[in-house]
């Protein structure tokens, strides 16, 4: 069974621009959560999604954005980069929105903003 | 609200010494708990949860961790380390009726030879 892919694994973009993600959940999980890692605020909750809808958002700027399509596939999006964006981007999926059901992480996008 | 405090940011041991990394958390509703290990240049990985029941869970790779609610504690335990155990350690919460995950700041282990 293939694990939790995301797309690109690195990525670098210049201050202003905007960037978007992807990731692939495994196969039959419909809930897909989406979380930056950076050295300074550790791991941040951005938002999840099940069945194609957004169920939780963490406390981050309208900026950053995301969507979860028919298959469970999700891209989450950032406009108007800032330095302050560079970080490890991890998504998790999970069966369903169930505590009990494990979350299964892919190896994040790694995002250098310049 | 819920917060997670891991008391230790870096944990340095000998190969084959017991280790314990600390975690404690804050909330006003009851918790999931949950060990996640992140390995270089890798996503995170679960060790081992509790959502109820028996307060001493057992993981994998030999970690086990105990629930302990007076406390507020989920301190996570090995009773022999191996260089293959060098990883930061997470640990995190999601409430009751909820599904957002909330994590601690992490634990770097590094166990030396």
């Known amino acids: 069974k293939a694990g939790v892919t995301q797309t690109p694994r690195y990525l670098i973009k210049t201050r202003g621009q905007q960037v978007t993600l992807s990731c692939s959940p495994i196969s039959g999980h419909r809930s897909v959560s989406w979380y930056q890692q950076t050295p300074g605020q550790g791991l941040q909750f951005l938002f999840e999604y099940f069945s194609e809808t957004q169920r939780n958002k963490g406390n981050f700027p309208g900026r950053f954005s995301g969507r979860q399509f028919s298959n469970s596939r999700s891209e989450m999006n950032v406009s108007t980069l800032e330095l302050g964006d560079s970080a490890l981007y991890l998504c998790?999926?999970?069966?369903?929105?169930?505590?009990?059901?494990?979350?299964?992480f892919g190896p994040g996008t790694r995002l250098t903003v310049t | 609200a819920q917060s997670v405090t891991q008391l230790d940011s870096q944990v340095p041991v000998f190969e084959e010494a017991p280790v314990e990394l600390r975690c404690n958390y804050s909330s006003s509703v009851s918790v999931y708990l949950f060990w996640y290990v992140q390995y270089p240049n890798q996503g995170l990985q679960l060790l081992l949860k509790?959502?109820?029941?028996?307060?001493l869970v057992k993981g994998i790779n030999g970690f086990e961790a105990e629930f302990n609610k007076s406390q507020t504690s989920f301190h996570l335990r090995k009773p022999s380390v191996h260089i293959s155990d060098t990883a930061e350690y997470f640990c995190?919460?999601?409430?009751?009726?909820?599904?957002?995950?909330?994590f601690g700041a992490g634990t770097r282990l590094f166990v030396k030879a």
């Open positions: 509790y959502l109820s029941g028996s307060t």
């Open positions: 998790a999926s999970s069966l369903l929105r169930d505590p009990s059901y494990e979350q299964y």
């Open positions: 995190a919460v999601i409430p009751t009726g909820g599904f957002k995950t909330i």
